[in-house]
């Protein structure tokens, strides 16, 4: 749950995308839940947005 480069933590979004981007999960509902299980609180207020849920549709369908 830290950013290889920085050694900072991930934030919840940007842990979204690296999951979605993967092809591990087939849907965003997938992604929240593992986000939760990792330990992001409030995960699926961060993924709420209609452009971050467009983004991320975009990438799990990849």
């Known amino acids: 749950m ?3 480069k920085s050694g900072l933590p ?3 979004v940007e842990r979204a995308f690296e999951l979605a981007k993967s092809g591990a999960y087939r849907n965003i509902k997938q992604v929240s839940i593992q986000l939760d299980k990792e330990g992001y609180l ?3 207020e961060y993924l709420a947005g209609r452009s971050i849920r467009l983004q991320l ?3 799990v369908a990849s």
């Open 10 to 12: 991930q934030n919840a």
């Open 2 to 4: 830290t950013d290889a």
């Open 42 to 44: 409030n995960a699926r």
């Open 57 to 59: 549709l975009g990438c």
